[in-house]
């Protein structure tokens, strides 16, 4: 009996010594060639919305209490789609609940963080330049009354060309809020479920000076201790990320927090439309799914039914 | 002595291992397994027709030279595609109509197979539980699940690909393809049917050995096998740029249904 | 660390961001004064992207006519268990919804069900907000 109590007890202790080397081990779970772990499919979704509300002030954390009357009415806010009606504008679309679409699918991990941007300290995104502002005027000029002429003038997102969150820096979106990180020797791969894969190699190199512009810019990536650190130029001034120009420039730091967490942080740069960088932090959380094919400009059939629609438009208005 | 000779055992255990003949060691992953990454491309005309073909107007006849179709010898084994008489009678068809009709000028995703052999590079990387590859044409992706049992919930355009190593060869078993891309620019195709057998070995560090196997009775009489090798570019930095071809088949996709009096912008920057 | 956030029964309890994503062309694309009720066998579906498309025969002054119903993307369907197999062909549809401004055979649907009654997509399966755990 003595000699049960005893060896259950030291059973126990080396249980109790091997566990947080078990945590520690997941946090710094590795690659099978050494690099950390950092691949999986994660969801976006936060309690901590994009900007911080102003009645905040510069207040960057909730408390525990705060934080549970908070997130209560972030996770159980209905859908305004549900509550349409018949007959009104806001009433022509499809269900959003229907098709479980939210920017939440069920996954998310504990932020007290009152917003993701941390940088200005009032947790906003900083103004618009006034060379944004008529970059953003002008282009809206050259579009009035054309906005349906040819799919050309449409959004990005409506082309099939480019859905903006899912640029870097990545941040949480309506609908298909997750990504995914691939690891092999020498590259991360980090793909938007609506965006293109972009392939990072590991090696530190700079970003040349003389980049192509390409819509997802070009992504380098190096390691800093357990944080993949990513570089990104280059954009296509198309890409027009918040309405920023070809000279943005991104940084992503990603680190693994334990077995089901990253930490996502970035930074933006681009003095032609917003006075200061500006930058942020939020919690990736493994989604326990898979991502699926987004393939956008196959299935759009919404294109031709926007400008056929337009054209149909315009020949009652011509012949009444 | 016993060193020289164990280096010599070394050597012919080597040459004999390699069943072509290549004298040199494959690349492995930290698994041991012959180590795909990398950039690849094929250099044949397969994108332009998988069978035997000869030199043939291009499908615009303004473009001359530049874009007629060069002659190929084809990388069917056996020669021909076994159609079925109803099938072959579609793919003429397709041939006829390819300017409207092909898909990859709509800047559709290339599928499995022909994306392999697009006039594109594409990259795979590679680690024990995926194999992931990113072709240049259209952004595509494809995550290959090594070892994976799990059957399409859905059909898609690049298909659903569960992978295993065979010795040194990868073997992928593609299904759930949405039938609607093509096989190559003459108008070749199979249906969403069809269930595609990928073979990868790596011959050397720079060249791999692709197969393909179609099964789809729907289509064709028998399984069919197309083989080829795919090239690694070895440029100091080997990563092709993005190829967003969205853009350049709008007007091609929406031109009918724009207003009548506008024009479609042109250049390197629309807009 | 992760809190799997347990949602409610019904579809009540998801985040709204239909405003920042709703689509400023649907009035161009559906009309609001077209409002359509569409009673049918399903002949189609096709669950893909950008939206889904779901094609029902309905019969218009005794000749039957088909017509497809946008819905949308189905890759957050798919991670809670719903298939290619999940609206079999031949299913009676019930759909309220509007048609497109050009006056063709296509609609938004809002109310999509089973003539039976049964949802669309969640009459047995699993839970909107929850997913399967597929393999990652």
């Known amino acids: 009996m003595k000699q049960q109590a005893a060896t259950a007890g030291v059973l126990v202790a080396i249980a109790m010594a091997i566990a947080p080397l078990c945590a520690q081990a997941q946090k710094n779970a590795r690659t099978a060639w050494g690099d950390p772990d950092i691949s999986g499919a994660y969801a976006e979704f936060t309690t901590a919305p994009l900007e911080r509300d102003a009645k905040f002030g ?127 020797p020498g590259y991360v791969i980090i793909q938007g479920e609506m965006g293109d894969p972009r392939v990072v190699p590991t090696d530190g190199r700079k970003l040349p000076d003389n980049l192509l512009p390409q819509w997802n810019g070009t992504s380098v990536g190096r390691w800093d201790g357990q944080t993949f650190v990513i570089e990104t130029a280059g954009f296509h001034p198309q ?55 987004y393939a956008c400009t196959e299935g759009n059939y919404g294109m031709a039914n926007i400008l056929s629609g337009a054209r149909k438009g315009e020949r009652e208005t011509a012949n009444p | 002595m016993s060193r020289i000779l164990a280096v010599s055992v070394a050597l012919l ?93 709509k800047c559709y995703m290339g599928g ?9 590079p594409f990259q795979i990387l590679q680690n024990e539980r995926d194999v992931v590859m990113v072709y240049q044409f259209a952004t595509a992706f494809r995550r290959i699940f090594v070892d994976g049992k799990e059957e399409a919930p859905l059909d898609s355009w690049m298909g659903w690909s569960n992978g295993r190593w065979d010795g040194d060869t990868f073997v992928v078993e593609v299904t759930g393809l949405n039938g609607l891309t093509w096989l190559d ?87 | 660390m992760r809190l799997l956030t347990l949602v409610m029964a019904g579809l009540a309890s998801m985040v709204a961001t239909v405003g920042a994503y709703a689509h400023h062309a649907f009035a161009t694309e559906f009309d609001v004064n077209r409002q359509i009720t569409l009673e049918g066998k399903v002949v189609k579906v096709e669950l893909i992207n950008p939206h889904s498309w779901i094609h029902i025969e309905v019969m218009q002054d005794g000749k039957p006519v088909t017509w497809m119903v946008e819905g949308g993307s189905p890759n957050a369907l798919v991670r809670r268990g719903i298939t290619k197999n999940s609206i079999p062909i031949g299913s009676e549809l019930v759909i309220r919804g509007y048609g497109t401004r050009d006056g063709t055979n296509k609609a938004v649907g809002r109310d999509m069900k089973f003539a039976d009654g049964r949802e669309l997509f969640f009459g047995g399966t699993a839970a909107p907000g929850e997913t399967t755990g597929a393999p990652q």
């Open chain 1, 58 to 184: 510069d207040k960057e954390f909730f408390t525990p209490a705060e934080h549970e009357e908070f997130a209560k009415v972030r996770l159980t806010q209905a859908f305004d789609a549900d509550d349409t009606e018949p007959g009104t504008q806001e009433d022509v679309h499809y269900s959003m609940g229907q098709f479980a679409l939210s920017e939440n699918e069920g996954v998310t991990s504990l932020n007290l963080r009152t917003s993701i941007v941390t940088q200005p300290k009032n947790g906003r995104i900083p103004p618009l330049t006034a060379a944004a502002v008529a970059r953003r005027d002008a282009l809206a000029a050259t579009r009035k009354g054309k906005e349906f002429d040819g799919p050309e003038m449409r959004s990005l997102t409506e082309r099939c060309i480019l859905w903006p969150s899912t640029v870097a820096p990545i941040l949480p979106r309506g609908y298909n809020s997750n990504l995914q990180i691939f690891q092999s």
């Open chain 2, 112 to 120: 499995v197979p022909r994306s392999t052999y697009m006039p594109y």
């Open chain 2, 13 to 105: 255990a080597a040459c004999a291992a390699n069943a072509q003949g290549v004298l040199t060691a494959l690349p492995r992953a930290a698994n041991g397994r012959p180590d795909m990454s990398g950039v690849w491309q094929a250099l044949n005309t397969a994108h332009w027709n998988l069978e035997p073909h000869v030199s043939a107007y291009p499908v615009v006849i303004e473009l001359g030279a530049q874009f007629a179709v060069p002659p190929g010898k084809g990388v069917v084994e056996g020669g021909t595609i076994p159609y079925l008489p109803e099938a072959r009678a579609q793919r003429d068809q397709h041939f006829e109509n390819r300017l409207t009709d092909d898909p990859e000028g």
């Open chain 1, 239 to 293: 890409t027009a990320w918040r309405g920023a120009t070809e000279k943005m420039r991104v940084t992503e730091r990603i680190t693994r927090l334990d077995e089901d967490t990253l930490e996502y942080a970035f930074t933006v740069t681009d003095p032609d439309t917003w006075a200061e960088p500006w930058g942020g932090v939020y919690p990736l959380t493994a989604l326990g799914a898979l991502l699926y094919e």
């Open chain 2, 185 to 271: 620019r003459a108008g070749n195709y199979a249906s969403g049917s069809a269930k595609i057998t990928e073979r990868y070995q790596l011959l050397g560090p720079n060249h791999l050995q692709y197969e393909a196997t179609i099964d789809d009775s729907t289509v064709f009489s028998r399984p069919w096998t197309i083989r080829m090798p795919l090239y690694r570019l070895v440029d100091a930095d080997p990563r092709f740029l993005e190829f967003k071809c969205e853009p350049y088949a709008e007007e091609k996709i929406y031109g009918h249904l724009r207003k009548p009096g506008t024009a479609a912008p042109v250049g390197a920057s629309s807009q």
